[in-house]
């Protein structure tokens, strides 16, 4: 397996290759100071290699942030995969994939993504155990994490707009993508009695998720000024740049998908709008926690109180951000580097 050059701070990045199942991809490392890097396999259309390449240093830099935030012993890190022009075996393609993990010893824990799914991690098993995110087995931890990301987001709503001094009761919920984690939130909103106004690439789908809940539908181009309180992006990272941000109506922004802010200025463009935003990677670790404890072998009711933490963590980061004036992202961001940086002090590392 092929370093290559490797941006500080991630510790490494690796070229995964096997023309004969037309597996290509890199796995990225942004820190073990807490554990080994934890962080789903993406499989995607990419243009080119180097979009390939920043999307898995900025989603293996998000990992870390993730899992410091939520308490795990995992660091970050990233596999993603370039969709092959023709793929004739998805099972030899995630089973060079395996290899590849397992090639790193355990430094990379990998798990389901966008694109990927439990059968593709069941492939992956049979050539590594450095991997989570299979069908669920009784009473263990396991199985799809989207419901269990699904009501970290809900808390983490609930919570955030309980700063805003509200409940979710008659508020109404813009929700960006009704995919895996889009769908589930829209359960668990519409049973808390907030209204839906959803939209997704695939039509039919927001159709039938609409006609479930008696939710408005709206176009993909139309959702982000939908007439809403709350915008909920759970489609694909970047919904909110300068030019969505100034289109947005809601008040309150909190989702599933990661890397929501196209930039790190985005987060003050929110700010400037008087828009409450709740950082992604808090909101969106129910998945990852579920994911850890099936990967530790804990037992399956250790999960839900970990996930309803969020809760909890996204409200003392909405305070914090209140108190001392700088965004929430940027609370957030503080407050995982401060964990990271207690890892690496641990390990002798500077
Ligand atoms: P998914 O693929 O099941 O759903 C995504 C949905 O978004 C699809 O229905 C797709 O058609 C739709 N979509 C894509 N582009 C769109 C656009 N421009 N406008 C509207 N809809 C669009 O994925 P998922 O598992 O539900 O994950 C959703 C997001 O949450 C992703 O960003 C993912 O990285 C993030 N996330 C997921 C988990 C998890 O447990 N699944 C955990 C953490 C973060």
Redesign the pocket.
Same mark, same amino acid.
């Given at each position: 397996m092929a370093h290559l050059p490797t941006p500080a701070p991630h510790e490494a990045v690796h070229l995964i290759e096997d023309p004969e199942t037309g597996l290509h991809g890199v796995i990225a490392i942004h820190s073990t100071a807490l554990g080994p890097a934890a962080g789903?396999c =993406?499989l995607w259309q990419y243009d080119d290699d180097a979009a390939m390449l920043a999307d898995a240093l900025r989603?293996a830099r998000g990992m870390s942030y993730?899992n410091a935030l939520a308490g795990l012993p995992f660091g970050g890190g990233k596999a993603v995969i370039r969709m092959p022009a023709t793929l004739p075996s998805r099972a030899r393609l995630f089973a060079a994939f395996g290899r590849a993990v397992a090639g790193l010893g355990g430094a990379y824990v990998t798990a389901? $993504?966008?694109?990927t799914t439990t059968a593709d991690m069941a492939e992956v098993r049979a050539k590594t155990r450095f991997v989570a995110g299979l069908p669920a087995r009784p009473g263990q931890a396991g199985g $799809?994490?989207?419901?269990?990301?699904?009501l970290?987001v809900f808390v983490a709503m609930e919570a955030a707009a309980r700063s805003l001094g509200t409940g979710l009761s008659g508020l109404r919920v813009a929700v960006?993508? !009704?995919?895996? !984690?889009?769908?589930?939130l829209c359960t668990l909103l519409h049973e808390a009695g907030a209204r839906l106004v959803v939209? $997704?690439?695939?039509a039919a =789908?927001?159709a039938a998720v609409a006609a479930r809940f008696g939710a408005d539908m709206v176009s993909?181009?139309a /959702?982000i000024a939908a007439d809403a309180d709350i915008f909920a992006?759970?489609?694909?990272?970047g919904?909110l740049d300068r030019q969505t941000i100034a289109a947005l109506r809601a008040r309150l922004v909190c989702?599933?998908?990661?890397?929501?802010l196209a930039t790190p200025e985005d987060g003050a463009r929110l700010a400037e709008r008087g828009i409450l935003y709740a950082p $992604?990677?808090v909101a969106?670790?129910?998945? /990852?926690i579920? !994911?850890a404890a099936e990967y530790l072998g804990e037992a399956a009711d250790a999960v839900e109180a970990r996930v309803r933490a969020i809760g909890p963590r996204m409200a003392l980061i909405l305070v914090r951000a209140g108190e001392c004036g700088e965004t929430p992202a940027a609370v957030a961001d503080a407050m995982a580097e401060a964990i990271m940086a207690e890892g690496r002090a641990g390990l002798g590392r500077t």
């Amino acid at each position: 397996m092929a370093h290559l050059p490797t941006p500080a701070p991630h510790e490494a990045v690796h070229l995964i290759e096997d023309p004969e199942t037309g597996l290509h991809g890199v796995i990225a490392i942004h820190s073990t100071a807490l554990g080994p890097a934890a962080g789903g396999c =993406r499989l995607w259309q990419y243009d080119d290699d180097a979009a390939m390449l920043a999307d898995a240093l900025r989603l293996a830099r998000g990992m870390s942030y993730k899992n410091a935030l939520a308490g795990l012993p995992f660091g970050g890190g990233k596999a993603v995969i370039r969709m092959p022009a023709t793929l004739p075996s998805r099972a030899r393609l995630f089973a060079a994939f395996g290899r590849a993990v397992a090639g790193l010893g355990g430094a990379y824990v990998t798990a389901e $993504d966008v694109g990927t799914t439990t059968a593709d991690m069941a492939e992956v098993r049979a050539k590594t155990r450095f991997v989570a995110g299979l069908p669920a087995r009784p009473g263990q931890a396991g199985g $799809d994490p989207s419901p269990w990301t699904a009501l970290g987001v809900f808390v983490a709503m609930e919570a955030a707009a309980r700063s805003l001094g509200t409940g979710l009761s008659g508020l109404r919920v813009a929700v960006q993508g !009704v995919g895996q !984690v889009g769908a589930a939130l829209c359960t668990l909103l519409h049973e808390a009695g907030a209204r839906l106004v959803v939209a $997704d690439a695939d039509a039919a =789908r927001a159709a039938a998720v609409a006609a479930r809940f008696g939710a408005d539908m709206v176009s993909p181009g139309a /959702i982000i000024a939908a007439d809403a309180d709350i915008f909920a992006p759970c489609a694909l990272g970047g919904a909110l740049d300068r030019q969505t941000i100034a289109a947005l109506r809601a008040r309150l922004v909190c989702g599933a998908a990661n890397n929501q802010l196209a930039t790190p200025e985005d987060g003050a463009r929110l700010a400037e709008r008087g828009i409450l935003y709740a950082p $992604d990677y808090v909101a969106n670790a129910g998945g /990852i926690i579920n !994911v850890a404890a099936e990967y530790l072998g804990e037992a399956a009711d250790a999960v839900e109180a970990r996930v309803r933490a969020i809760g909890p963590r996204m409200a003392l980061i909405l305070v914090r951000a209140g108190e001392c004036g700088e965004t929430p992202a940027a609370v957030a961001d503080a407050m995982a580097e401060a964990i990271m940086a207690e890892g690496r002090a641990g390990l002798g590392r500077t």
